[in-house]
C-alpha cells in the first residue's frame, strides 16, 4: 500500500454539509419529514409489548443478576475491614466475605446468562414479525412504489436494516436495562456510604451530559446517511448483477467498475464518517469517567486521613467515619455506577445505527398501500360479461406531464381490441390503468358498468388474465410456474395448455421434463420460452378478460404463427386486449386503436385502417 493510499484511508473524513443536511429530513432526497427517534422507540417498544411475559421474565432476572452484582461490593468493604482491623486480621471473616462475593457473583452471571438467552428469543420473535409484515406489506403497495425505488434498496431494508435491529435488541437492550438497575442501585449504596464524596459527581456528570448529548446529535444524521449509502449501494449491485449480459455484450465492465466504486467510495466514506465520529464517544465518556474516579480515590483518602475513630467532623457536619473498606467500596460501586454510561457511551454507534435502520423500516411500513374502493357485491352477483369502457381518462406519472389525454374506447364482450403505436406513447400505460395498478388523475373505466375505482382490487384483478412483455417465473419446477394463477388445476390441465402454446415437446426434452426446477428467474432456459411458459399460464386460467402486452416479442415467426392459432381459439368469447409492435399479429382484431402521445388518433378495422392511408398505414407499409 502506497503512501497516498494510506493517507486516503486513515485521514480523518471529510463530511459534506450539504449530504448531512440532506439526511436530516430523511433518507434520500424524497423524504421530506424525518420521524423522531422517540417515536421511532415508542414503535420498537410496541413489538416488544406484544411478548410481555417473556418480558417480565426477563425484568425479573435482570433485577435479580444486578441486585446480587450489587450487595457484592458492600461484602469487600468488611473483608478489608476485617484485614484492616487493628486488632488483627479477622480471616474467618476475611474468608466468609470473599465467599459470599464469590457465589453473588457466581449467581449474578448465571442469571446473566439467561437473561441474555431470553433477550436472544423475544428479538427473535419480534424480527420475524417485523420482517413478515414488511414483505406482506410490499405485496399490498402500488406498482408505482417499485417503479420509483431501487429494489437492492428493498431488499437492504428487509435484510441488513432488521438485522441490525436484531443485533441491537438482543444485546444493547439488555446492556440498557441491567444498567440502568445498576445505576439507581450504585447510587444509593453511594449515598448510604458517604454523600461527601457524591458532590464530584456534581461536576463530572454534568459534564458526561453534555458531552454525550453534543456527540449523539453530530453522529446521528451521519448513521442516517450510512444506511441510505448502503441502500444505494446495494441497488445499483442489484441492478448491475441482473444486466450483466448487456453489461459484457457492450464492453461496459470499466465503465460499471467505475461507477460501483463511486457508489462504494460514497459508502464507506459515510461508515467511516459514522464509525469514525461514533468512537470519539467511548474515550471522551471514559475519560471523564476515570477523572471522577481519580477525584474519588483522592478526597476519600483525605475524608479517611481526617477520620477520628468513629466519626468525621468537618464544621458542623458530623458523619460515618471513613475506613479503607469504605473506600473500597464506594469506589467499586463508582466505578459500577459509571460503567453503564461507558457502556451506553460505546455502543451508542450501535444504537444510532439500529434507530436509523429501524427508522428506514417504519418508512417503508407507512408507505401507502393500494386504496382497495367499496365492494360492490351486487355486480358481481350474474357471471362477469366482460364490456369495458374507458371514459374521458387522463393520467400523469409525474404531475403537470399528461401521459394520456382525454382517451375515450369501448370494448365490447367477446371483442378483441388491438392497440398499436411507436414507443412510449402510452400503450402499456392503458394496461396499467384497467389494471388499477394506477388511477386515472380524471375520467373513468367501467367494466359491465360498474366503475372499477369502487371494486376492491383483488375481485377487480380476478377478471384479467394477463401476459407482459417482461416475463417472470419463480423458482420451482415447470409444471408450478405454468399452474401459478389455477390453484386447482390438475397435470392434465398443465399438459394441456402447453401443448397448446406448442412447448409440450419443448418441455419434455428438459431433464426431469415437467418437475424440472426452473432457476431464479429461470435463467436455465431462453427468453422466449420464458414467455411460451407464461403464455401457457394465462390459458389455464378461465378469466373474462385477457390482456397481451408484446406476448409474442420473443419467439420466432414460425412459434408466433402457431401462438396466433391458440389464442384465437382462447380468445373466443372473451375480451382481449392485445399491445402489439408485429402488427402481423393483430390483423384480425375486431377493432384497432393507433395511439400516440397519449391519445387515440385512428380507431378501425386493419382493412379500414389501412384504407386511409394515415398514421397506421406508414407503420404496416414500414414492416411490410
Not at 577 to 584: E, Q, V, Y
Amino acid at each position: 500500500m502506497n503512501n497516498s493510499e494510506k493517507s486516503r484511508i486513515f485521514r480523518k473524513p471529510s463530511v459534506d454539509q450539504e449530504e448531512l443536511r440532506k439526511y436530516s429530513y430523511g433518507y434520500d432526497a424524497r423524504s421530506k419529514n424525518r420521524m423522531k427517534k422517540s417515536a421511532v422507540i415508542r414503535r420498537l417498544i410496541s413489538y416488544l409489548a406484544e411478548h410481555k411475559v417473556m418480558l417480565a421474565f426477563a425484568l425479573v432476572l435482570t433485577v435479580a443478576a444486578n441486585a446480587l452484582a450489587l450487595v457484592a461490593p458492600s461484602l469487600s468493604e468488611y473483608a478489608i475491614d476485617a484485614i484492616a482491623d487493628k486488632s488483627g486480621v479477622d480471616f474467618p471473616a476475611v474468608v466468609k466475605y470473599c465467599i459470599l462475593m464469590l457465589v453473588f457473583y457466581a449467581v449474578s452471571s448465571v442469571l446473566s446468562y439467561f437473561l441474555s438467552v431470553l433477550m436472544i428469543n423475544i428479538s427473535r420473535k419480534v424480527v420475524y414479525t417485523m420482517r413478515k409484515q414488511v414483505f406482506d406489506h410490499l405485496m399490498e403497495l402500488p406498482v408505482g412504489y417499485f417503479d420509483s425505488n431501487q429494489t437492492g434498496d428493498i431488499i437492504s431494508r428487509i435484510s441488513y436494516d432488521i438485522d441490525t435491529i436484531n443485533t441491537s435488541l438482543s444485546n444493547d437492550l439488555v446492556q440498557i436495562l441491567a444498567g440502568s438497575i445498576t445505576v439507581v442501585g450504585s447510587f444509593i449504596m453511594m449515598v448510604k456510604i458517604s454523600p461527601l464524596l457524591l458532590v464530584i459527581y456534581l461536576f463530572t456528570i454534568p459534564l458526561l451530559i453534555f458531552f454525550t448529548k453534543y456527540r449523539v446529535k453530530k453522529v446521528k444524521p451521519l448513521f442516517r446517511a450510512r444506511s441510505a449509502k448502503l441502500g444505494e449501494l446495494n441497488g445499483y449491485s442489484e441492478e448491475m448483477l441482473s444486466g450483466q449480459r448487456t453489461i459484457r455484450a457492450y464492453g461496459k465492465e470499466e465503465v460499471m467498475i467505475g461507477r460501483f466504486d463511486k457508489h462504494n467510495d460514497d459508502a464507506v466514506e459515510a461508515y467511516f464518517a459514522a464509525d469514525y465520529q461514533g468512537s470519539i464517544v467511548g474515550p471522551g465518556v471514559n475519560f471523564i469517567n476515570n477523572l471522577s474516579i481519580s477525584l474519588i480515590s483522592m478526597f476519600g483518602a483525605l475524608l479517611f486521613m481526617l477520620s477520628g475513630p468513629e466519626t468525621l467532623v468537618i464544621g458542623s457536619l458530623t458523619m460515618a467515619a471513613m475506613t479503607p473498606g469504605k473506600l473500597s467500596s464506594f469506589i467499586l460501586y463508582s466505578r459500577k455506577f459509571l460503567g453503564p454510561i461507558n457502556e451506553t457511551a460505546n455502543i451508542i454507534s450501535e444504537i444510532q445505527s439500529a434507530t436509523s435502520a429501524a427508522e428506514r423500516v417504519f418508512r417503508l411500513l407507512d408507505e401507502k398501500e393500494e386504496t382497495f374502493g367499496k365492494k360492490v357485491t351486487a355486480a358481481f352477483e350474474s357471471e362477469i360479461k366482460g364490456k369495458v369502457d374507458v371514459e374521458n381518462v387522463n393520467f400523469s406519472y409525474t404531475p403537470g406531464v399528461r401521459v394520456i389525454n382525454d382517451m375515450s374506447f369501448s370494448a365490447d364482450v367477446g371483442k378483441t381490441v388491438a392497440i398499436v403505436g411507436p414507443t412510449g406513447g402510452g400503450k402499456t400505460t392503458i394496461v396499467n390503468l384497467l389494471m388499477r395498478f394506477y388511477e386515472p388523475d380524471e375520467g373513468k373505466i367501467t367494466i359491465d358498468g360498474v366503475d372499477i375505482s369502487r371494486l376492491e382490487l383483488s375481485e377487480l384483478r380476478k377478471v384479467f388474465a394477463m401476459v407482459l412483455q417482461e416475463t417472470w417465473l419463480f423458482s420451482g419446477t415447470v409444471a408450478e410456474n405454468i399452474a401459478y394463477g389455477a390453484e386447482n388445476a390438475t397435470m392434465e390441465d398443465v399438459v394441456r395448455v402447453a401443448k397448446a402454446a406448442n412447448i409440450d415437446r419443448f418441455i419434455r426434452g428438459l431433464p426431469d421434463g415437467y418437475d424440472t426446477v426452473i432457476d431464479e428467474n429461470g435463467v436455465n432456459i431462453s427468453k422466449g420460452q420464458k414467455q411460451l411458459l407464461t403464455i401457457a399460464r394465462m390459458m389455464l386460467v378461465d378469466h373474462p378478460i385477457l390482456i397481451l402486452d408484446e406476448a409474442t416479442s420473443n419467439v420466432d415467426s414460425h412459434t408466433e404463427q402457431l401462438l396466433s392459432e391458440a389464442m384465437n381459439a382462447i380468445t373466443k368469447g372473451k375480451t382481449a386486449f392485445i399491445i402489439a409492435h408485429r402488427l402481423s399479429t393483430i390483423q384480425n382484431a375486431d377493432v384497432i386503436l393507433v395511439v400516440n402521445g397519449g391519445r387515440i388518433i385512428e380507431r378501425g378495422t386493419h382493412e379500414s385502417l389501412l384504407a386511409q392511408n394515415g398514421f397506421y398505414a406508414s407503420l404496416y407499409n414500414s414492416q411490410f
